[in-house]
């Protein structure tokens, strides 16, 4: 995917300054040192630092090297410190393989954390199969094959879209017009959505899914116009990247917010600072909004401002959040290993693992290493917040493959 917006291009480019990174570096965190490799715990980081998903994966590698800090810090795992690798696989798949492939071969890292795109995680899932090391991957995702290799910190359509879709029809409209990057992770998501849709006695007005590089929407636009009418209908939209922003500036421009309405998975605080009052008005349904009242997430916050800078704090994401909970879920797990640090023991010691996370405390389900959370739907505020208007009574046992 090519960058293709001059927009987001900018955000990246302030990102990469703020925190001193090219597309990929070596090290470890907080105090750089010097100790042999007996003395510290080697893990890979795949981001895309370029490419059409960088306004949304800059968090995730911030907020995982805010999580490294925070342990070597606090003294490591078991005394040792992490040292990591990080790649830019640049929002593409094969690059994804090629660069996991030399984590494991030339960096020789016990773990990997990463990637954001449903097509780079299906594309190195065969790569971590033959050399058996594990990935814990930080994004909300389709569900449907898990992979026995893949540790997954993100949620999942039962503790996603069976909350939001429900909220949608009640509060909004039961007309749906559904709208992604034709992605493996939008196609499902859209089939999921109808299926659960007609379920409930709404009505699917209209389906597009387009290339993964397209910036004008006008006749879009027209079509979902002219197909929902007056009635209106919403938006049910998983457009990423430069794809989303266009669309959201578009849709703006247009002046529909008064009949049709944005619900998106993937809206979130780095789209709706970035985007202004393009964003105002639509809804977002994940298990994580920064406007959590938390110990952990006020803790949280305060770090990655600290780190790099306050207006940066206000972008934090589901994703960003999902990361830092990876980087310190993968340290448990270590700890829990000693000196017999093997793919085995590191999946194994997943089991039941918790956390007092920013979302609130999360555990990891030993069937099938995805973590009970929170359904929480948010609307976007003028000021680019998004409030939380509504949340699941407690958190919500994963089923990957509902």
């Known amino acids: ?116 795109t449903s097509s780079s995680r299906i594309a190195v899932e065969p790569v971590l199969e033959e050399y058996k090391i594990p990935l814990v991957y930080p994004t909300f995702y389709e569900g449907e094959k898990p992979n026995p290799y893949v540790v997954y910190t993100g949620c999942v359509p039962n503790q996603q879209g069976d909350y939001f879709v429900p909220y949608l029809m009640d509060n909004v409209s039961k007309n749906f017009y559904l709208i992604g990057t034709d992605t493996t992770y939008a196609s499902i998501i859209n089939d999921q959505a109808k299926t659960l849709i007609t379920s409930l006695g709404g009505n699917v007005i209209g389906e597009e899914l387009v290339s993964s590089d397209t910036t004008e929407f006008s006749d879009v636009i027209a079509k979902i116009k002219d197909q929902c009418g007056d009635q209106g209908c919403v938006i049910y939209c998983n457009l990423n990247g430069d794809s989303g922003t266009s669309f959201y500036t578009q849709f703006s421009a247009a002046g529909l917010s008064d009949n049709y309405t944005i619900a998106s998975f993937i809206m979130d605080e780095s789209f709706s600072t970035a985007l202004g009052k393009a964003a105002v008005g639509t809804y977002a349904c994940v298990n994580y909004f920064n406007t959590i009242d938390t110990d952990a997430n006020t803790k949280y916050l305060k770090a990655y401002s ?83 208007v509504y949340q699941s009574d407690k958190p919500i046992k994963p089923e990957p493959t509902k």
């Open 306 to 388: 600290d780190a790099y800078g306050a207006d940066s704090a206000k972008a934090v994401t589901a994703v960003g959040e999902s990361t830092y909970d990876a980087v310190y879920l993968l340290s448990k797990s270590l700890e829990k290993c000693g000196a017999d640090i093997t793919t085995d023991n590191i999946l194994k010691n997943f089991d039941d693992l918790t956390f007092d996370a920013p979302q609130g405390t999360i555990q990891v389900d030993p069937d099938t290493h995805h973590i009970y959370c929170t359904a929480r739907v948010g609307l976007v505020q003028d000021d680019g917040t998004i409030k939380i």
């Open 1 to 116: 995917m090519k960058k293709s917006s001059k927009f987001t291009a900018l955000l990246l480019s302030l990102a990469l300054l703020i925190t001193g990174v090219g597309a990929c570096g070596k090290g470890t965190s907080g105090d750089a040192t010097k100790a042999s490799s007996g003395d510290t715990i080697k893990i890979g980081l795949v981001f895309s630092l370029t490419g059409g998903t960088a306004i949304s994966e800059q968090c995730m590698y911030n907020s995982a090297l805010l999580a490294i800090n925070e342990i070597n810090a606090a003294g490591g795992i078991g005394g040792k410190k992490i040292e990591y690798v990080v790649k830019d696989y640049a929002t593409d798949a094969d690059t994804a393989v090629k660069v996991v492939k030399d984590l494991i071969l030339q960096d020789n890292v016990k773990a990997i954390v990463g990637l954001y």
